[in-house]
């Protein structure tokens, strides 16, 4: 008997605990549930909030490029209709040079803009007045070299680089040219060997004429391939984002003339990856075939 009264009494003690825990787990699963659907509608919210914020940013931006881009678009008509129009030699010097300092300003990136340089220098060369002649030359020339060394910055920092000093009067005395000392460069982990020779110098139009060739270094098990040999001339108003050398691995070289002095000039080789020429040099679909089989294997 006694047995069956304790057992009655701790089943009474486990339905009273029943009674008392059910109604408390029922109040916990709502509080969990209502907790779970605050912190939902929150977390919704937020991400609401966010993809607003975005789509609003991305609208502003993309009016602020329209707006931008219509700007452009009329600057560079207005300053290009000016040289184009029908007797193109109206307008001040000043207007005309002005006006490229404009263009160089704003799309030095993606027009060759040396035709214009050439043309504004074969008018300067008409002036009679020798001072009036060097200030103009020479407002033209810091033009041209303020877009070189705005190129550069850029190309640098993608790329290497490398500076030759050339000795002008040695060069007179040799017209056979000038072997300048060769060096390495490695962008993308290509290693390739650089040789110079500067073959002549006009002083008069600040040029200088220049032999590269340029040798892809690879394994000694490869065969070795064909180096790239080029000559042309190089002056002021070659700038290295527009006038630059193809080689393989979509990548570009540029040959800089940074000074030119009486009795030297300075030049600089630059290597850089395609994607920083200008917006006039595509690659090869073969570059374009390349480059994404080396992305899909990395």
């Known amino acids: 008997m006694a047995e069956e009264s304790g057992a009655a009494k701790g089943k009474d003690g486990w339905e009273k605990a029943k009674v008392i825990l059910e109604p408390v787990g029922g109040l916990l699963t709502a509080l969990a549930v209502a907790g779970l659907g605050y912190y939902g509608s929150r977390v919704l919210e937020q991400r609401q909030t966010i993809d607003s914020n ?11 490029e329209e707006s931008e881009s219509a700007l452009r678009k009329d600057m560079f008509n207005s300053i290009i209709g000016s ?12 207007s005309r040079i002005l006006n490229l300092e404009l263009l160089t300003q704003n799309f030095h990136e993606s027009l060759d803009l040396k035709p214009l340089f050439l043309h504004l220098e ?17 407002r033209l020339e810091t033009v041209a070299r303020d877009v070189t060394r705005k190129q550069m910055w850029v190309l640098e920092e993608a790329g290497k680089k490398f500076g030759r000093r050339i000795d002008l009067d040695s060069l007179r005395n040799n017209p056979g040219g000038v072997e300048l000392d060769n060096d390495t460069l490695a962008v993308d982990e ?15 139009s600040k040029n200088v004429k220049i032999r590269l060739e340029v040798r892809t270094l690879i394994d000694s098990s490869q065969a070795a391939p064909e180096p790239n040999v080029v000559e042309f001339w190089v002056g002021f108003f070659d700038f290295p ?27 600089t080789v630059l290597e850089f ?3 920083h020429a200008s917006l006039k040099e595509k690659p090869y679909f073969e570059e374009i075939l390349h480059n994404l089989q080396e992305h899909t294997g990395k």
Do not use: W
């Not at 184009?84 to 000043?94: F, I, K, V, Y």
């Not at 074969?122 to 020479?138: M, N, S, W």
């Open 83 to 94: 040289f184009l129009q029908r007797g193109g030699e109206t307008g001040s010097l000043d």
């Open 273 to 275: 990856p395609g994607s």
């Open 241 to 267: 984002m527009i006038d630059n050398i193809r080689l393989s691995h979509d990548q570009r070289c540029s040959v800089v003339l940074t000074e030119f002095e009486d009795d030297s000039a300075d030049i």
């Open 190 to 204: 290509i290693k390739r060997d650089f040789r110079i020779v500067a073959l002549e110098a006009d002083p008069r």
């Open 122 to 138: 074969r008018q300067v060369g008409r002036i009679k007045t020798p001072a009036e002649h060097d200030d103009y030359l020479r």
């Open 54 to 64: 975005s789509r609003l940013y991305s609208e502003l931006m993309s009016k602020r």
